[in-house]
């Protein structure tokens, strides 16, 4: 499970974020597989340091899996859901206010876990942020993270397909046409 989760989060930096956004966005430059692939790798070797850095830190007397896993969920729960929810029901719900729960949600909920007493063996007495479970605040959070950015997007005219492109995916929710694979030939 590990080695698929090392690989997965390996692949998907290397290709979706520094192939798709540095190189081609940022830089404006061609990647070969080569450098795609050691990208790749120097990102696995960084993952397994972090990971092992972690459960150091954690010690063998938590439950270290049982805590990265509820760490995941609550980012899931405070990043995408906003997001997910907002893009199905929500007509003005634009580009900015969607980038505003990902990264916001993500990075609120990383900081008040890295605050609160879950991170440190033994357990702080005083934490920053007393609760175990971060998504009672965080989640809200990246909601209304998810607001503030769509009408802020609105105030500056950044995405003006977003109207027009909430009746096509509201129907594709609904109702699954338009997302049938076109026919080659």
Same mark, same amino acid.
């Given at each position: 499970?590990?080695?698929?989760?090392?690989?997965?989060?390996?692949?998907?930096?290397?290709?979706?974020?520094?192939?798709?956004?540095?190189?081609?966005?940022?830089?404006?430059?061609? /990647?070969?597989?080569?450098?795609? #692939?050691?990208?790749?790798?120097?990102?696995?070797?960084? /993952?397994? !340091?972090?990971?092992?850095?972690?459960?150091?830190?954690?010690?063998?007397?938590?439950?270290?899996?049982?805590?990265?896993?509820?760490?995941?969920?609550?980012?899931?729960?405070?990043?995408?859901?906003?997001? !997910?929810?907002?893009?199905? *029901?929500?007509?003005?719900?634009?580009?900015?206010?969607?980038?505003?729960?990902?990264?916001?949600?993500?990075?609120?909920?990383?900081?008040?876990?890295? !605050?609160?007493?879950?991170?440190?063996?033994?357990?702080?007495?005083?934490?920053? *942020?007393?609760?175990?479970? #971060?998504?009672?605040?965080?989640?809200?959070?990246?909601?209304?993270?998810?607001?503030?950015?769509?009408?802020?997007?609105?105030? #500056?005219?950044?995405?003006?397909?977003?109207?027009?492109?909430?009746?096509?995916?509201?129907?594709?929710?609904?109702?699954?046409?338009?997302?049938?694979?076109?026919?080659?030939?």
């Amino acid at each position: 499970m590990v080695a698929g989760l090392t690989l997965a989060a390996s692949g998907a930096f290397s290709h979706d974020f520094y192939v798709n956004v540095i190189r081609t966005h940022l830089l404006h430059g061609h /990647v070969s597989e080569r450098e795609q #692939v050691l990208v790749a790798r120097i990102t696995a070797a960084l /993952v397994g !340091i972090l990971s092992i850095w972690l459960a150091a830190r954690v010690g063998a007397t938590a439950n270290a899996a049982a805590l990265v896993a509820g760490v995941a969920f609550v980012i899931a729960s405070a990043a995408n859901l906003p997001a !997910i929810l907002f893009t199905l *029901f929500w007509k003005r719900f634009n580009t900015w206010g969607a980038v505003a729960s990902l990264v916001g949600g993500s990075l609120v909920t990383i900081w008040l876990v890295a !605050i609160g007493p879950g991170w440190t063996v033994p357990a702080n007495p005083n934490p920053a *942020f007393p609760l175990q479970n #971060v998504g009672i605040v965080s989640i809200p959070i990246g909601f209304l993270l998810a607001i503030a950015g769509t009408y802020l997007g609105e105030l #500056v005219r950044a995405d003006r397909l977003a109207d027009q492109k909430f009746h096509e995916i509201d129907v594709r929710a609904q109702t699954g046409l338009g997302a049938e694979p076109v026919p080659v030939g």
